[in-house]
Every structure is written in structure tokens, then in C-alpha cells.
């Protein structure tokens, strides 16, 4: 017993001094390989940058997305390429093996039809510009910030921080809310006795005021526009403002020109109307 022992020991010995020093290569290898495509996956994302760390280009935007599908893509490759490696060194024959894969990706591939399209939609979409990561975008029902695209999802997270997961597949019609430059769209809302041609001045001098200060210059692409009388309502006339921002500075800008709207009618007396009812008693004569 004791020999027999010391043979398998022997055996295991002359194994490892003839095979374990290459896995161990092949191991390295392919942590190399993976590790060289994360570094100049930075150095181009580090190409990319423009000066102005507080918003994100298009360019930027494009490259980070690109660069994390590449990585995925090579990450999965290298491992399936060093597992066949390291089979190889452990004496199984990998070609039955390679033809039982083929069979079983054709297998899977009519099995999993909802898959191959989730593949197929994401590549059209990463060819096709669709969207990228750090664009807002509405997806169906689901709408929100795109965290990150791979070949089989898209990754968004919306206002209140829920992050949806929507299949490739699933990807019908796509809102864009940020594709190269965003737009601010206000309807606002005034009295009818007010002097529309006045309302409409002030507006414009709200707008150009706001754009002409250092912050907002650099967030409004032009001077806000104001379209005019957009609607009659019940209580109001509405009156259409528009403003072209950089992507995803909408809100802000929006925000930002509504307060010094409010402000504004303030000051010059202009009222902004609310819902109001007239009540007519008839006293009946008895």
C-alpha cells in the first residue's frame, strides 16, 4: 500500500513539474490579456475627455459604451479560450468536446430565440447610435438614465433611484432625451386681462437676461425663444417658451427660468391665473 502510494505520489509529482508550470502561464496569460484591454479601454476613454469635467460629450459618452462591450466581449472570450487551454493540459481531448459545443449552440440557438434577438437588437443598437451610457431615455413604460448597455440588456435607473433591467429584445421605439442637445419646452399659463404683447417682453428679456450670466451661457446652446400665444384655456392664455440646452441640462435650465418667470410677472404685476368658479345665487321670491 505504502508503495503504491509513493507511486500515484510520483506520478502526481511528474504531472505537475510537466503540466502545472504551463496552467499557470495560460492562467497569467489570460489575466494579462484581460487586464491590457481594461487599461486601453482608459487610455481611450482618457483620449476622449474634453476639458469640461461637469458635462459629458457625445464623443465621451459613445466611447465609454463601445469600450465596455469590447472588455465584456474579450473577458469572455479569453476565458473560454484559456479553459480550453488548460483542459488540453489536464489530457482531455477537446475536440469531441468542441463538436458536442457546436451541436449544443445550435441546440440552444433554436431553444433560445428570445436570446439571439436580445443579441441582435443590442448589436443594432450600438451600431445604429440608438443611445448610450449617460443618456436619458424612454423605453416603453420604463423610462430613466442609461447606467450601462451589453449585448443582451439595457441598464437604466430612473428618478426616484429604481433601477429597470429591459431586454434588447423587448426594445420596440426608443425616446431619446438627450441625443446631442436637449430642449426646454414651457407653457405658461397667464390671465386673460393681462396684455399678451407685454407678457410676451417680458418673457424675452427673462430669457436673455438668464443666458447672458457666465453659468448659463455655458449650459444654453441660444437665446430662449418665445413662440407666442400656444392655447386659450379655461382660466388662461398659454404661451409657449422654448430654450436649447446641452444634453441632460434641460431640467435645470427649466427649473431655473420658471423661478425667475414667477419672479419676473412679480414684479410687473402679471398674474398667473388659477382655477377659479363663479357662483350665481338667485333668491327666489316667495
Known sequence: ?????????????????????????????????????????????????????????????????????????????????????????????????????????????????????????????????????????????????????????????????VVHTVPNGEVQSVKNLTHGWSRVVLNIGVAYKENVDQVIEVLQEVGKTMRGEERYCQLMLDDPQVLGVDNFGESEVTIKMIAKTLPLKQWEVARELRRRIKYAFDQKGIEIPFPQRTLWMQKEES
Open 1 to 161: 500500500m505504502e508503495q503504491e502510494f509513493l507511486r500515484i505520489l510520483t506520478l502526481l509529482k511528474e504531472w505537475a513539474y510537466a503540466h502545472l508550470p504551463r496552467i499557470i502561464m495560460i492562467l497569467i496569460g489570460a489575466w494579462i490579456v484581460i487586464r491590457a484591454s481594461r487599461l486601453a479601454g482608459r487610455r481611450i476613454l482618457t483620449y476622449t475627455e474634453d476639458e469640461d469635467p461637469t458635462t459629458r460629450s457625445e464623443r465621451e459618452k459613445r466611447a465609454e459604451t463601445l469600450v465596455n462591450i469590447v472588455n465584456s466581449a474579450i473577458k469572455v472570450f479569453i476565458y473560454i479560450i484559456a479553459c480550453f487551454m488548460i483542459l488540453r493540459e489536464v489530457g482531455v481531448d477537446i475536440a469531441p468536446l468542441l463538436a458536442g459545443v457546436g451541436i449544443a449552440g445550435l441546440a440552444i440557438g433554436f431553444g433560445a430565440q428570445t436570446l439571439v434577438k436580445d443579441f441582435l437588437t443590442g448589436f443594432f443598437i450600438l451600431m445604429e447610435n440608438q443611445y448610450r451610457v449617460g443618456d436619458v431615455v424612454k423605453i416603453g413604460d420604463h423610462a430613466g438614465l442609461v447606467e450601462k448597455i451589453n449585448m443582451r440588456t439595457t441598464i437604466l435607473r430612473d428618478l426616484e433611484g
